[in-house]
T-cell receptor, first 110, second 110 residues
Framework: DAGITQSPRYKITETGRQVTLMCHQT?????MFWYRQDLGHGLRLIYY???????DKGEVPDGYVVSRSKTENFPLTLESATRSQTSVYFC?????????FGSGTQLSVL | RKEVEQDPGPFNVPEGATVAFNCTYS??????FFWYRQDCRKEPKLLMS???SGNEDGRFTAQLNRASQYISLLIRDSKLSDSATYLC???????????FGTGTRLQVFP
């Protein structure tokens, strides 16, 4: 099915480890986004990308790295995971200003 | 001041009731407005766009008040299935980033 998929669905890791969250879309949307969602903060933008090889920081980029070598993929890497990065992560793509989200990755950093 | 603010609720209403939520935004130059719905930490899904003249989709009516910088969502004849968190989303002028409110929780009871 066409759409946007994230993997893994759940991830438990330890502080200091590198973790990569995957995001893949089949629509060929130019824009893709990574959000994290925490109680009391709602959805906060981590990074976004306007096209392949173009990325930009959002509201909370520290501790995260992204890449976009292909239009359809937008992985998010936590270089050295910290407990404060325990969260639910949503990837999204957009068309005409409307966002379409993946199912999310629930990440726990112990 | 947050860019987008919502009353977190919860709004507890009986089936059949009419309920309204407001959302205020701080950037007067904001250009696009949306309401998203999110169920139980699942991914947010677009409910409806908000147009300057106001718009309706079945039991849902959205309105924009640029002078007072708020948007509203009215739900008529509430159903149990309307229980969810409703997220207000604003796109500031000349940017592709969508700013989310923290959401308003609605609980419809029998």
């Amino acid at each position: 099915d066409a759409g946007i998929t994230q993997s893994p669905r759940y991830k438990i890791t330890e502080t200091g480890r590198q973790v990569t969250l995957m995001c893949h879309q089949t629509w060929s949307h130019s824009y893709m986004f990574w959000y994290r969602q925490d109680l009391g903060h709602g959805l906060r933008l981590i990074y976004y990308s306007a096209a392949a090889d173009i990325t930009d920081k959002g509201e909370v980029p520290d501790g995260y790295v992204v890449s976009r070598s292909k239009t359809e993929n937008f992985p998010l890497t936590l270089e050295s995971a910290t407990r404060s990065q325990t969260s639910v992560y949503f990837c999204a793509s957009s068309e005409s200003g409307k966002l379409f989200f993946g199912s999310g990755t629930q990440l726990s950093v112990l | 001041r947050k860019e987008v603010e919502q009353d977190p609720g919860p709004f507890n209403v009986p089936e059949g009731a009419t309920v309204a939520f407001n959302c205020t935004y701080s950037n007067s130059a904001s250009q696009s407005f949306f309401w998203y719905r999110q169920d139980c930490r699942k991914e947010p899904k677009l409910l409806m766009s908000v147009y300057s003249s106001g718009n309706e989709d079945g039991r849902f009516t959205a309105q924009l008040n640029r002078a007072s910088q708020y948007i509203s969502l009215l739900i008529r004849d509430s159903k149990l299935s309307d229980s969810a968190t409703y997220l207000c989303v604003v796109t500031p002028y000349n940017t592709d980033k969508l700013i989310f409110g923290t959401g308003t929780r609605l609980q419809v009871f029998p």
